[in-house]
């Protein structure tokens, strides 16, 4: 049974930093690539983070370079991401994806249920 289960999210205050943390189950969690995305609400989702494997090749989107780090550690087969600096405007719902195996033409994907994370004073 494919399990992704998401934790670490908060109440923070502008400024502060969080770590999320994606356990994954149920697939060969090296083979997959994984993203955050997250979802505030009356908005649509967006890509926050993504690492694939092999290789860790990360990439961002530009409303948080500089300020997330997504960082995986395949023999626990979960998946981080570090927030710092955060703002007001980063509350949202956190979900990690899982998507692959790499090798395969159709990929699966996976989700996990979110954690909510508030930037707020």
């Known amino acids: 049974q494919v399990q992704l289960v998401e934790s670490g999210g908060d109440l923070v205050q502008p400024g502060g930093s969080l770590r999320l943390s994606c356990a994954a189950s149920?697939?060969?969690?090296?083979?997959?690539?994984m993203t955050w995305y997250r979802q505030a609400p009356g908005k649509e989702r967006e890509l926050v983070a993504t690492i694939i494997s092999p290789g860790g090749t990360t990439n961002y989107p530009d409303s948080v370079k500089g300020r997330f780090t997504i960082s995986r550690d395949n023999a626990k087969n979960t998946v981080y991401l570090q927030m710092n600096s955060l703002k007001p405007e980063d509350t949202a719902v956190y979900s990690c994806n899982a998507r692959g195996p790499y090798y395969n033409r159709v990929k699966n994907d996976y989700w996990g249920q979110g954690t909510q994370v508030t930037v707020s004073s």
């Open positions: 149920g697939f060969t969690f090296s083979y997959y690539a």
